[in-house]
């Protein structure tokens, strides 16, 4: 079976300062993608950044960027430069079979709350 | 804007009730997923559509079912509502190469049905 976990359920940050997210995830396939998705207080759920497990290199988008530990089956997401709009749920999520099926698994959520 | 529409946004009803929930995919998007969120169960895939027919399921109760119909939008039915039915439930929609397999590997999500049951 497919799991995700997020071991944070609340993280709080100073503006402008750096976080670091954790998950890790389980599968048996060789071929899978890992999301980290943004739920803000608006509710609706936002992709912040994917990484493709044949990829060794890290994902980046601007600030967001993670490290992709694929022997560990860790897929950590760190924050550089906190803003207040970062604050919302975290949600890692795993396509364990490259795109041909349907569900996304998700991980409970880490809640982050950048302070000013 | 995500592109993907969901109505109503909020939705308050009784137990033993029936209500549909709908959906409109991304322009040109032949996919369409149903989540539900509740604080309890977190995050749970019910059911994928794929150009109308239906390509995978998750954790739908049998009191729940769904549809995608020529114009590519869907309708999640819930029936014989109970309390713990409460929750968020989104639609998204990806990108699809042949067959239903995403291209991207990315959902696109609406900003969800806020369902309450009394």
């Known amino acids: 079976a497919q799991t995700v976990t997020q071991s944070q359920p609340e993280m709080s940050v100073q503006e402008a300062e750096t976080v670091t997210l954790s998950c890790t995830y389980d599968?048996?396939?060789?071929?899978?993608?890992l999301f980290w998705y943004k739920q803000p207080p608006s509710r609706q759920m936002i992709l912040v950044i994917r990484?493709?497990?044949?990829?060794?290199q890290n994902a980046t988008e601007n600030r967001f960027s993670v490290n992709f530990q694929k022997a560990a089956k860790s897929f950590s997401l760190k924050i550089s430069d906190s803003q207040l709009g970062d604050t919302a749920m975290y949600f890692c999520?795993?396509?364990?079979?490259?795109?041909?099926?349907?569900?996304?698994?998700f991980g409970k959520g880490t809640k982050l709350s950048v302070k000013p | 804007d995500s592109g993907v529409t969901q109505t109503p946004k909020h939705l308050i009803t009784a137990t033993g009730q029936r209500v549909t929930l709908r959906c409109s995919p991304r322009?040109?998007?032949?996919?369409v997923y149903w989540y539900q969120q509740s604080l309890d169960q977190g995050l749970q895939f019910l059911i994928q559509?794929?150009?109308?027919?239906?390509?995978a399921k998750g954790n739908i109760l049998e009191r729940f079912s769904a549809q995608q119909f020529p114009d590519l939008h869907s309708e999640l039915n819930l029936s014989s509502l109970e309390l713990g039915d409460s929750a968020l439930y989104f639609c998204?929609?990806?990108?699809?190469?042949?067959?239903?397999?995403?291209?991207?590997?990315?959902?696109?999500f609406g900003e969800g049905s806020r369902l309450t049951v009394l």
């Open positions: 998204a929609s990806s990108e699809s190469t042949g067959q239903g397999a995403r291209n991207t590997g990315e959902l696109f």
């Open positions: 599968t048996s396939e060789s071929n899978y993608y």
């Open positions: 990484q493709e497990a044949y990829k060794q």
């Open positions: 999520a795993l396509d364990s079979y490259g795109g041909s099926q349907g569900n996304l698994i």
């Open positions: 322009s040109g998007d032949l996919s």
């Open positions: 559509y794929y150009n109308g027919e239906e390509r």
